[in-house]
C-alpha cells in the first residue's frame, strides 16, 4: 500500500504534464520563443533599420521641441496620443510616433542631432512584431491574445509542478546527456537537462507574467469594486497606478509650452525624490484639445522596477499637474513586471535571460519531439491519424516558426525603401510564411522519417544565412565591419543568426540519422522513456 500510492500519483502527474504540452506546446513555444528574441528587441530594430545604426545617446541631441514640430506635421488629425522617444544607448534614433482614435499605432525615426526625417528603410520588428507577439500574439480582438497567454502561463506553471513530481532523479538529470543515444532518448535528456537548468527561471517568468496583467486577468473583481463604467475604470487606475485622464474642453489648443523645459523641471523633481534620470517617453494626450496633457516618463536604465515616476503637465501652461505617487501593492507589482520585461541596463543579466529563455525553446521543443516520437509509428501501424495531426501541427509552431522569423528578417532586406508601411509588408511575409510552413507540414503528416522536420530545419539553417548575406551585400555592415567599429548590436544578431544555422544544421543532420535497430536494452528502454516523458 504504501508503495502503490506514490505510484498512482507519479502516473497522474505524468499524464498532467505530458496533455499540458500536448494542448499548449506551440503556444508556449511561441511566447517563449518572441519572448527571448525581445530581450534585444531594440537591437534587432537596429539590424532591421539600418538608418538607426549611426548616432548614439552621448551625441548631440535635438531638442524636445524641434521633434514636436516634426511629429505635429506628421501625425493625422485623428491620433490621440503623440509620442516622442528620446535616444538611449540601446536605440539611438529619436523615435515619433501617434496613436489612438482609429489612427493605427505609427512610428518614424529621426536623426537624434537634427531632429530630420530618416528614410523608412525596414520596420521596428523587434519593438512592433516579435515583442508584441510575445505579450499579446496580435490578437486584438476582446484582449483574446492576452487571455491566450495568461492561459499558456497557467499551463506552464501546471508543467512545471508536475514535471517536478514526475521525475524521480531531477538532480541526476542535471548532469545527464546522451547525445549519441537514439534520439529519444538524447531528446528527452536534453528536455530533461533544459528543464531543471533553468527551473528557477521559467517559474519566476510565468508567475510575474500572470502578475503583469492582473488588471485583465481580475477584471471582475475591479468591475465588483470599482463599477463598470468608464468613470469607474478612471478611478481604478488613478488609485492604482496614479494616473490623471483630464476630460477634453472641446476647444482647440491654442499651442504647446516648452516641452525641453518640462522635461528640465521632471528631472528636477527626480532628483529631488533621490531617483535621478532622463526622460525615456514624453506623451501628448489630446494633443489638440486646449486640455491636453503631457506626461514624462522618467527612464529604467538604473532599476528593476518599471515605476516610471510620471511627471505630468498642462500642455498650454507647462503647469505641473500630477506627480505619479504608487501605493505599495503596485509598487510590488511593476517590480515582478520590471523583473520580467528586464528594461535595466546590465548585460550580463540579459545575456542571462537569453540564455535562460533559449533553454525554455529546447526544452519544449524537445518535449514535443519525444513526445511525437514516441506514437508517430504505433499510431502509423494502427491507422491513426490523431498523433500525426498533432506532430504537424507542432513542426509548423516551433520550427515553422523559426522560418517564418528568418523569412521576415530576410523580407526586411530585400522589400524596397520608401515603403509606406514596411512593417506591414514585413509582417505579412512573416504570418504567410508561418501559414506555408503549418501547409509543409501537414502535407508530410503522414511520413515516419521525420521529413518535415529535417526539411524545415534545413530552411532554418538556409534563411539565418541568408540574412546575414543580405545584410552585408544591402547595407555593407558585414560582420568585420560591425565588429571593428563596434556597432555590437548589428555584429550580436548577425553572430546569433550564425549560431541558429549551426544548430540548425546539426539538428538537420541528427534528424535525418536512420532510427536505430532493436538493442537488446530497448524495451527497457521504452519503458523507462514512457514513464519519464515530458
Known amino acids: 500500500m504504501t508503495t502503490a500510492a506514490p505510484q498512482g500519483f507519479r502516473a497522474s502527474m ?11 506546446g506551440v503556444l508556449l513555444f511561441t511566447i517563449f520563443f518572441m519572448g527571448t528574441l525581445s530581450v534585444f528587441d ?19 541631441r535635438a531638442s524636445l521641441d524641434t521633434a514636436l514640430a516634426r511629429l505635429r506635421a506628421l501625425a493625422p ?6 509620442l516622442i522617444y528620446p535616444p538611449s544607448e540601446r536605440l539611438p534614433s529619436l523615435r ?28 521596428p520588428v523587434g519593438t512592433r512584431l516579435i515583442y508584441p507577439m510575445h505579450y499579446s500574439l496580435h490578437l486584438k480582438w476582446l484582449d483574446l491574445g492576452y487571455w491566450l497567454v495568461g492561459a499558456a502561463a497557467m499551463a506552464m506553471l501546471v508543467g512545471i509542478v508536475s ?7 531531477i538532480f541526476k538529470d542535471f548532469f545527464t546527456f546522451r ?16 528543464g531543471v537548468l533553468a527551473l528557477p527561471f521559467h517559474f519566476a517568468i510565468a508567475l510575474s507574467g500572470l502578475v503583469i496583467f492582473f488588471a485583465i486577468y481580475m477584471k471582475a473583481g475591479i468591475f465588483a469594486a470599482y463599477g463598470t463604467e468608464a468613470a469607474d475604470r478612471t478611478r481604478f487606475n488613478h488609485e492604482a497606478f496614479s494616473t490623471l485622464r483630464r476630460p477634453p474642453a472641446l476647444r482647440p489648443l491654442a499651442g504647446v509650452a516648452s516641452l525641453d523645459a518640462m522635461a528640465a523641471e521632471a528631472q528636477r523633481r527626480w532628483a529631488g525624490r533621490g531617483a535621478p534620470g532622463e526622460p525615456m517617453l514624453v506623451t501628448l494626450r489630446n494633443p489638440r484639445d486646449a486640455h491636453a496633457t503631457v506626461e514624462l516618463r522618467r527612464a529604467w536604465r538604473d532599476r528593476v522596477s518599471l515605476t516610471a515616476d510620471t511627471v505630468s503637465f498642462d500642455a498650454a501652461t507647462g503647469r505641473v499637474l500630477h506627480e505619479e505617487r504608487l501605493p505599495p501593492a503596485s509598487k510590488v507589482q511593476r517590480w515582478i513586471a520590471g523583473l520580467h520585461f528586464i528594461q535595466f541596463d546590465h548585460w550580463l543579466l540579459r545575456g542571462l535571460y537569453f540564455a535562460m529563455g533559449t533553454a525554455g525553446c529546447a526544452m519544449l521543443l524537445t518535449g514535443t519531439l519525444v513526445w511525437c516520437e514516441k506514437r508517430r509509428e504505433r499510431h502509423a501501424k494502427q491507422g491513426l491519424a490523431g498523433a500525426s495531426l498533432v506532430e504537424a501541427i507542432n513542426v ?12 521576415m528578417l530576410c523580407a526586411n532586406r530585400l522589400l524596397p ?31 515516419t522519417s521525420r521529413r518535415h522536420w529535417r526539411q524545415q530545419a534545413a530552411a532554418v539553417a538556409l534563411l539565418a544565412l541568408a540574412a546575414v548575406a543580405l545584410n552585408a551585400a544591402t547595407t555593407g555592415d558585414h560582420l568585420l565591419r560591425t565588429l571593428a567599429a563596434g556597432r555590437w548590436a548589428v555584429a550580436g544578431v548577425d553572430l546569433g543568426l550564425l549560431a541558429g544555422a549551426a544548430l540548425a544544421v546539426w539538428a538537420t543532420v541528427r534528424l535525418g540519422l536512420p532510427r536505430r535497430a532493436a538493442l537488446p536494452a530497448t524495451a527497457a528502454l521504452a519503458s523507462q522513456v514512457e514513464g519519464e516523458a515530458a
Open 42 to 60: 531594440r537591437e534587432i530594430d537596429r539590424w532591421a533599420q539600418p538608418s538607426s545604426r549611426t548616432g548614439g545617446a552621448g551625441a548631440e
Open 417 to 447: 525603401g520608401g515603403l509606406d508601411d514596411p512593417l506591414g509588408a514585413e509582417m505579412r511575409v512573416f504570418f504567410g510564411t508561418w501559414a506555408a510552413a503549418l501547409l509543409h507540414a501537414l502535407a508530410l503528416r503522414r511520413t
Open 396 to 407: 509548423a509552431g516551433t520550427v515553422g516558426l523559426m522560418v517564418a522569423t528568418l523569412a
Open 14 to 24: 505524468d499524464w498532467l504534464h505530458s496533455w499540458a504540452g500536448v494542448f499548449f
Open 77 to 82: 488629425p485623428k491620433a490621440t496620443n503623440w
Open 96 to 123: 515619433i510616433g501617434w496613436s489612438g482614435g482609429g489612427a493605427d499605432f505609427t512610428v518614424r525615426d529621426l536623426d537624434p542631432s537634427t531632429a530630420e526625417l530618416r528614410p523608412a528603410q525596414g520596420g
Open 163 to 169: 514535471g517536478v513530481a514526475t521525475h524521480r532523479r
Open 179 to 194: 547525445p549519441d543515444k537514439a534520439l529519444q532518448r538524447s531528446a528527452l535528456d536534453l528536455h530533461n537537462w533544459t
